[in-house]
């Protein structure tokens, strides 16, 4: 079956690196990508991973894909108050072109 | 260059109403996807259009339908609505031929059902 899941919260430090978590089940993925949501608004892409690849770092980002336990993880260096939003994980499949996204972390940065 | 516009922002219905809603992708773009997303909750997949026609559907009932226009911009309709449609409604558009698939969303339609 499809399933993305996420932790519900994360809560850091202004300055701090931030780590959110997801766990996917389709190995038939062929990309895995990171968007953020903020309030009212719809979900801006903030990077992705070819499934073929271990890590992939932009700017503060750094995404890490172990694809044998099916984990992918994206850590915010120097975190700022301007990063606090809802990080969804998704998953696409390159068969039915299908995205599949996890339920979102909301993360929040204490000034 | 504009990118995924939604209208309109917001829409209030009652229960066995019909809806429609509208999406112009992302310029270049020619594909458009529908999600819908619930109260803290990720996105679902509704259906993706691409040259006019439904090209994937998610778990969705057939009161849910789209349309896509030679200009591709697209349309979700939903017939009979019910308390549990509400959502906010996200539009994303893509191009075909990137193999990265790279979904550009816009910034929903909130529909609340009463």
């Known amino acids: 079956g499809e399933d993305v899941e996420q932790s519900l919260f994360l809560s850091v430090r202004e300055g701090d690196s931030s780590v959110i978590n997801c766990t996917y089940t389709d190995s038939s993925s062929t990309y895995l990508y990171w968007y953020k949501q903020e309030p009212g608004a719809g979900l801006q892409l903030l990077t992705y991973?070819?499934?073929?690849?271990d890590m992939k770092q932009d700017q503060r980002l750094t995404v890490l894909l172990n694809k044998k336990d099916k984990h992918l993880s994206l850590r915010i260096a120097d975190t700022q108050t301007g990063d606090s939003a809802i990080y969804f994980c998704?998953?696409?499949?390159?068969?039915?072109?299908?995205?599949?996204f996890g339920t979102g972390t909301r993360l929040k940065v204490l000034a | 260059d504009a990118g995924v516009t939604q209208s309109p922002t917001h829409l209030i219905k009652t229960r066995g109403q019909q809806v429609t809603l509208r999406c112009s992708p992302k310029s270049g773009h020619d594909t458009v996807s529908w999600y819908q997303q619930a109260l803290g909750q990720g996105p679902q997949f509704i259906f993706q259009y691409y040259e006019e026609e439904e090209r994937q559907r998610g778990n969705f009932p057939d009161r849910f339908s789209g349309h896509q226009f030679p200009n591709y911009s697209s349309e979700l309709n939903v017939n009979a609505l019910l308390l549990g449609d509400s959502a906010l409604y996200l539009c994303?558009?893509?191009?075909?031929?990137?193999?990265?698939?790279?979904?550009?969303f816009g910034s929903g339609t909130q529909l609340s059902v009463l």
């Open positions: 994303a558009s893509s191009l075909v031929g990137d193999s990265r698939e790279k979904l550009f």
């Open positions: 991973i070819f499934s073929n690849m």
């Open positions: 998704a998953e696409m499949d390159s068969g039915t072109y299908k995205y599949i």
